[in-house]
């Protein structure tokens, strides 16, 4: 069982950035996705961006409103996601959720992910 914790939430202004971290616990896995969700208040969990990895490499897939500032990347020997958030704009005020499951349908859908950590707040003034 994989326990993922999240951490590097914050306030920060406008235009500014933020790296948020996803640590996994427990057991680890040679093929693997983990994705960032985020949950704006009043506004339904949307997929932000996603990490696939196996024995060939790793995939990257962003949402279009994230695409050239927000990049996600693994660190293998600390169990970790980041993500790194730039340019940030108001409209990216959520709790940031990071979740990991099976190399198998859509990273975008997040009935494909089984283990999610417990969010972290991203608020960012204009």
């Known amino acids: 069982q994989v326990q993922l914790v999240e951490s590097g939430g914050g306030l920060v202004q406008a235009g500014g950035s933020l790296r948020l971290s996803c640590t996994a616990s427990?057991?680890?896995?040679?093929?693997?996705?983990v994705g960032w969700f985020r949950q704006a208040p009043g506004k339904e969990r949307e997929f932000v961006t996603a990490?696939?990895?196996?024995?060939?490499?790793?995939?990257?897939s962003y949402a279009d409103s994230v695409k050239g500032r927000f990049t996600i990347s693994r660190d293998i020997a600390l169990n970790t996601v980041y993500l790194q958030m730039n340019s940030l704009k108001s409209e990216d005020t959520a709790v940031y959720y990071c979740?990991?499951?099976?190399?198998?349908?859509?990273?975008?859908?997040?009935?494909?992910?089984?283990?999610w950590g417990q969010g972290t707040q991203v608020t960012v003034s204009s």
């Open positions: 990490i696939a990895w196996d024995w060939n490499g790793s995939r990257k």
């Open positions: 427990g057991r680890t896995f040679s093929s693997f996705t």
């Open positions: 979740a990991g499951g099976p190399n198998a349908g859509s990273r975008y859908s997040q009935v494909e992910y089984n283990t």
